[in-house]
């Protein structure tokens, strides 16, 4: 008696799926909490959200190692009380990384230093405690140059770069960085789950 009848190229494309998924997790982990060559980097003119103060550290209850949920025990990202580490690079709480909580969301602030048009302007991405072990990971980017105009009118965005250096600058109210967080037009996120 079967019990799951799944036709064979659905399991095989799965299969192909987690294969792929498996060797590339580092990399998309990194290119989730950076800007997609393909997508439109969203940067902050300031750290957000504004009224709120820099926590000086992270809740024990998210203090660990993660990995991309179901599919691998390697770990990708680790937090530290004062820290968060990536790709084995570390970075502390300073004035160039800043988080600030809202609700269960921490909110990480990186100062941007690599490119001369968005240098000194806010890379952000949220972290939201979900519980169990469990983070939901989200950056802002627009993965949809079309819809360019439509953001740039409803959060006051300006456009700078060019082809794949192609960025929104957005200085939102803390009523508008509330709802961006929930934007999918302008976030993208995955969940990660802490290794044992």
């Known amino acids: 008696m079967e019990i799951f009848n799944f036709p ?3 399991v095989g494309e799965l299969n192909y799926f987690l ?3 498996t060797h590339m997790k580092k990399l998309a982990f990194i290119l989730l909490l950076s800007t997609l060559s393909s997508c439109v980097a969203i940067v902050f003119e300031e750290p957000q959200p504004k009224d709120n103060a820099n926590i000086k550290g992270f809740p024990d209850e998210m203090i660990g190692d993660y990995s991309f949920i179901l599919v691998s025990d390697e770990k990708v990202v680790s937090i530290g009380k004062n820290y ?4 084995d690079k570390r970075e502390y709480f300073s004035d160039s990384m800043m988080v600030r909580q809202f609700g269960n969301k921490y909110i990480v602030n990186t100062q941007n230093r690599d490119r001369e048009d ?3 302007k806010w890379d952000i991405f949220v972290l939201e405690n979900k519980g169990c072990g469990m983070i939901k ?3 802002f980017v627009l993965n949809d140059e079309q819809e360019m105009p439509a953001v740039s009118e409803t ?3 300006h456009e700078v770069g060019e082809d794949a250096n192609k960025a929104l600058i957005i200085n939102p109210s803390q009523e508008e960085f509330i709802k961006m967080m929930d934007d999918d037009q302008v976030t993208m996120g995955l969940i990660l789950e802490r290794l044992e």
Do not use: N, S, V, W
């Not at 968060?84 to 790709?87: A, F, T, V, Y």
């Open 137 to 139: 990971a989200k950056t």
């Open 118 to 120: 968005i240098k000194g």
């Open 19 to 21: 294969i792929k998924f």
């Open 155 to 157: 959060y006051h965005a």
């Open 84 to 87: 968060i580490e990536l790709d």
């Open 8 to 10: 064979t190229l659905q």
